[in-house]
């Protein structure tokens, strides 16, 4: 059983009725992004993620006694500032309709929406971007995020057509990545990708097009201390005409014979891997 301390913020409900529970029940993720104001992380991870490496805030936590356990070590110190709900097992299913979960849940609020312009204030001494347009999929946000936490871009810019990186099985598919790498929209599409050439960046474009540059041979000869901004779009179209234009260089990735393009999110992870090579030991050691 979990121990009672009058000054921690657990409660335990038996009414699925209780207004506390609201933001949780039956609230479909067109309809909080709607509303602007939260999210939905679940499964204990993604939960565990949001309240020790993430910078947004969690409203409350919904978890049975059993995950409960599985997560005190990361819940109690913030128990003075998160409410945290105890209900008992299948009660989660029985109010928010869906079970892919493993009994806690958790409300985040959202971050305010960030322009390109202030996330490149934010993060001066970001070398790797990963620029996105129309990835409308939640599986390919979620792995792309994934595979930027994985190969340390520095923040992920979302373009005209792409699916909320908040959205609850884009973040389950990120393994919680969607809440830690900075993100901002592109409020004006090709003002933007102008704006990352002004700021230093080479805008490099993914893409299989035969008469694109060896992303090996790039990956080896462009310094690591180069501004780069991966340009990557959806599976099939691909790129805009206008992103393309936008773009300083064109990169392939060499595929097998008859093979003529990847899922996005590989491809992005395979191109994070040749792309973001740390910094010579001279440039990130300190000065004696």
Partial sequence: ???????????RLDRLDDPRLADYRHVP????????????????LVVRTLLSQSPLRARSVLLT???????ADVIEPRLASTPVFIVSEGAIEDLTGFNIHRGCLAIGERPVSMSLGAM??????????????????????????RNAAAFGADAVVLGPGC???LYRKAIRVSMGAALRVPFCHAADWTADL??????????????????????DRYAEAVPPQAR?????????????ADALAH????????????????NVATATGIALHRLCRPLPSSDTAPAS
């Fill in 1 to 11: 059983m979990i121990p009672y301390d009058a000054a921690m913020t657990i409660e």
């Fill in 29 to 44: 993720d067109p309809e909080l992004l709607r509303r602007g104001e939260v999210f939905v992380a679940e499964g204990r």
């Fill in 65 to 71: 006694e059993n995950a409960y356990r599985g997560l």
């Fill in 120 to 145: 490149l204030d934010r993060l001066q001494t970001a070398r790797r971007l990963v620029v996105l347009e129309q990835i409308g999929n939640a599986d390919n946000i979620g792995g792309i995020f």
């Fill in 163 to 165: 699916c909320d990186p």
């Fill in 194 to 215: 102008d704006a990352l050439r002004v700021a230093g960046f080479m805008v490099a474009a993914l893409t299989p097009a035969a008469d694109a540059q060896d992303l």
């Fill in 228 to 240: 780069l901004a991966l340009l990557v779009g959806a599976e099939g179209p691909g790129l805009s």
């Fill in 247 to 262: 773009a300083d260089v064109a990169l392939r990735i060499p595929m097998a014979p008859g093979t003529d393009s990847l």
